[in-house]
């Protein structure tokens, strides 16, 4: 079974950065969009952004754009989350995840189990 591990967060005060990474076992990485999702408390877990399978396109949340930027190295099965100009509504934990196309994947429709995440608090 594929696990996808999440990376990378922490406490940063807001119009600070972080940059966050997903690794994924198995063999298949490359056959798949992948996304970003977040989830606060007492909040509904929401897609940010996403990947698709050679990375020549990307999608973003409105909340996020401009600000956040996805990215993917097949070679290392690894996705990225470079976050900039980070606001304390950012405050969330962060869950990376697989899907058959980036549409599906920003609809939430997601093919992977979720993994553990990765806090990100953002300070004012």
């Known amino acids: 079974q594929v696990q996808l591990v999440e990376s990378g967060g922490g406490l940063v005060q807001a119009g600070g950065s972080l940059r966050l990474s997903c690794t994924a076992s198995?063999?298949?990485?490359?056959?798949?969009?992948m996304g970003w999702f977040r989830q606060a408390p007492g909040k509904e877990r929401e897609s940010v952004a996403a990947?698709?399978?050679?990375?020549?396109?990307?999608y973003y949340g409105d909340s996020v754009k401009g600000r956040f930027t996805i990215s993917r190295d097949n070679a290392k099965n690894a996705v990225y989350l470079q976050m900039n100009s980070l606001k304390p509504e950012d405050t969330a934990v962060y869950y990376c995840n697989k899907g058959s196309t980036s549409g599906a994947v920003m609809a939430g429709t997601i093919a992977g189990p979720w993994g553990q995440g990765t806090q990100v608090t953002v300070s004012s």
């Open positions: 198995g063999r298949t990485f490359s056959n798949y969009a």
């Open positions: 990947i698709s399978r050679s990375g020549g396109s990307t």
